[in-house]
């Protein structure tokens, strides 16, 4: 299987902040990367896809880019509606699908 | 507008048997596969197997395959995970997704979740 290790577990920052969270594969997944928003007591929320085309009705403010094993979610600045825990997820393998760990972030 | 609606929340003892279901609107039924994602309590997603609509065919991952049944019935436009035999370990909420145009195999639509308790 192919290993998904998001990098921080847990990220602390203010609203206005610049936050970057990192996904990296055990092995080449191309481009085949999706980062959803989680918040307690709800569905995930697809983000971003094909590692950085943004979802219709996702703000601005998120992106994503990266190939191969290293990937990055970007909030450029944060604001109150982000705290929540982000996942990443590779769709690369043949119906072999994994999820990253997830990173909470939390107001500082 | 597509939606994903979950069966409500299951109470079971151990050894019983269970059967969920996630029903899909708004969209033609078979054309997305349908995946099923485990979230235990506190912890992060588990993405446990998928089934095409069209012709039933599965896929599981390893760490669900044997436990678990994925089926669907395309008449009535509904997809099923199923157990034969709970553990207290299989206590989580379950999610029903979908993908959608340019995002075939990642998680556009999400059904409401269904909350699993097992325990004696």
């Known amino acids: 299987d192919i290993q998904m290790t998001q990098s921080p577990s847990t990220l602390s920052a203010s609203v206005g902040d610049r936050v970057t969270i990192t996904c990296r594969a055990s092995q080449s997944i191309s481009s085949w990367l999706a980062w959803y928003q989680q918040k307690p007591g709800k569905a995930p929320k697809l983000l971003i896809y094909?590692?950085?085309s943004l979802e219709s009705g996702v703000p601005s403010r998120f992106s994503g880019s990266g190939s191969g094993t290293e990937f990055t979610l970007t909030i450029s600045s944060l604001q109150p509606d982000d705290f929540a825990t982000y996942y990443c997820q590779q769709y690369n393998s043949y119906f072999l699908w994994t999820f990253g760990q997830g990173t909470k972030v939390e107001i500082k | 507008e597509v939606q994903l609606v979950q069966s409500g929340a299951e109470v079971k003892k151990p050894g019983e048997s269970l059967r969920i279901s996630c029903k899909g609107s708004g969209y033609s039924f078979t054309s997305y596969w349908i995946s099923w994602v485990r979230q235990m309590p506190g912890k992060g997603l588990e993405w446990m197997g998928r089934?095409?609509?069209?012709?039933?065919?599965?896929n599981y991952s390893p760490s669900f395959q044997g436990h678990v049944t994925i089926s669907a019935d395309k008449s009535i436009s509904t997809a099923y995970l199923q157990w034969s035999s709970l553990k207290a370990s299989d206590t989580a909420m379950y999610y029903c997704?979908?993908?959608?145009?340019?995002?075939?195999?990642?998680?556009?639509?999400w059904g409401q979740g269904t909350l699993v308790t097992v325990s004696s």
């Open positions: 997704a979908i993908g959608g145009e340019r995002c075939t195999s990642c998680f556009r639509y």
């Open positions: 089934i095409d609509p069209s012709d039933s065919y599965t």
């Open positions: 094909k590692a950085s």
